[in-house]
């Protein structure tokens, strides 16, 4: 059989489109006709809805902005913590779900289910990410925040509910997260399931910068101050039995988020109740807590290695306060930011696109993420304001403003 000109380049036409229109997997709701595959990335956060827990992955684009591409179920339900009034921020955390880029994982609590899911990432197309195993216990109650060590072959995970503590898991990219003995570790908190805050709660979960310690931020409950629980991490990954227990310096009340000091044994703690600490982790003096003159919850915080500045989000004024921390440990305001009022800045994450720093804020209070692009110290420019709401109820997407969580990037290598 012979075809005409016509009729060929009508079939390579059709093949063509539908090599462009991505698969809509099982557990998959596509939220765009056609992926980007020459993305520099992807951002990741979850919908931490009580009937289904989703990952909404956007595409990172060559300038730094966003498009919505897919949302993929986690096998896990989401949960709201408990507090009145009820409001964005459910888990009361930062790190609610976490990417490895060196790894090429992404890992997400689902607070409901007490579990925590594990997906490779492809690195051609960031947005296409697939179970990794099936979701795994949190071996504790309210799963809240994560953190991968530098290679992305061991994550821990936060529970801040009524059993609450620590845990870690070495990551197999075949077969997913297995529990690593001695590493199951308890905070001794009085709390419940979900947990009851934000005072009193867990916060967040990261690892030291060399990888020798893990720290649990808790916030106190006034006028009691809260703490970072400090445990050693041996070569093998297991956690020192008990953990160090460090009180925030002077003014200090409920340590929430914490950000690594890059080469200092140092964390820069958003606090809610004054604007932020700095923890000098080393034994030195040099702690302090700063006030954020104005702010009414600044929570959240991410680091640019292009302005060598910390960026931090408060959910009551939807501001963004850029802060120096200098060699002595000495932390000044750089300057602050004002969002969209009402948008409750929480979570967010920076990532260098092309040699430029860009931030991404989730933003529930107007079901969108904020994107600003960091030109340089005390120069940071709004290139951005991605919609949720619309792309999400196409795609039969269940999002809430209460409920939206987290904030993670990565960036293809």
């Known amino acids: ?33 056609k992926t980007r595959f020459n993305a520099a990335g992807a951002v990741y956060f979850i919908t931490n809805e009580p009937s289904e827990n989703m990952i909404i992955a956007a595409s990172i684009n060559s300038d730094g902005t966003l498009s919505l591409d897919r949302a993929v179920s986690t096998s896990g339900h989401g949960a709201h913590g408990i507090t009145d009034p009820l409001g964005p921020d459910a888990l009361f955390s930062q790190g609610a779900i976490k990417a490895s880029a060196k790894g090429q994982v992404l890992a997400t609590v689902n607070p409901g289910s007490n579990t925590v899911s594990l997906f490779s990432i492809d690195p051609n197309t960031p947005t296409n990410i697939q179970p990794l195993g099936d979701p795994i216990s949190s071996e504790g109650e309210f ?21 609450n503590g620590v845990i870690c898991y070495n990551v197999d990219k075949k077969t997913g997260l297995s529990a690593m003995s001695n590493t199951l570790r308890s905070l001794g908190l009085n709390q419940t399931t979900p947990a009851t805050g934000p005072p009193g709660t867990a916060s967040h979960l990261v690892f030291s910068e060399d990888g020798k310690q893990l720290l649990a931020s808790v916030k106190g409950v006034p006028p009691n101050p809260g703490m970072i629980a400090v445990w050693d991490v041996a070569d093998d990954g297991s956690l020192s039995a008990d953990f160090q227990a460090v009180a925030p310096p002077s003014g200090g009340l409920l340590p929430f988020s914490m950000t690594v000091v890059p080469g200092k044994n140092a964390v820069l703690s958003t606090d809610p109740g004054i604007g932020f600490d700095v923890f000098d982790l080393s034994g030195g003096n040099s702690s302090s807590a700063v006030a954020i003159d104005g702010q009414s919850a600044t929570c959240w915080s991410s680091f640019s290695t292009k302005t060598g500045n910390f960026y931090l989000t408060d ?17 000044s305001i750089v300057k602050q930011y004002p969002q969209t009022n009402g948008s409750s800045t929480i979570d967010n994450d920076i990532a ?49 403003t209460n409920n939206l969580q987290g904030m993670t990037s990565f960036i293809r290598q």
């Open 143 to 163: 799963p809240m925040s994560l953190a991968f060590n530098s290679d992305g072959s061991r994550l821990c995970v936060l529970n801040g509910g009524t059993v």
């Open 315 to 331: 959910i009551g004024t939807s501001i963004v306060t850029e802060v120096n921390i200098d060699d002595n440990l000495k932390a």
């Open 352 to 400: 260098t696109v092309n040699g430029k720093d860009f931030m991404y804020v989730l933003a529930p209070g107007t079901q969108s993420v904020e994107v600003l692009s960091l030109d340089a110290p005390g120069n940071a420019q709004h290139v951005q304001s991605l919609q949720i709401s619309g792309p999400a109820k196409a795609s039969g997407v269940t999002i809430s």
């Open 1 to 33: 059989m012979q075809l005409s000109f016509a009729a060929l380049a009508s079939i390579l036409a059709a093949s063509s489109l539908v090599s462009a229109v991505p698969l809509q997997r099982r557990g998959t709701k596509m939220m765009t006709s």
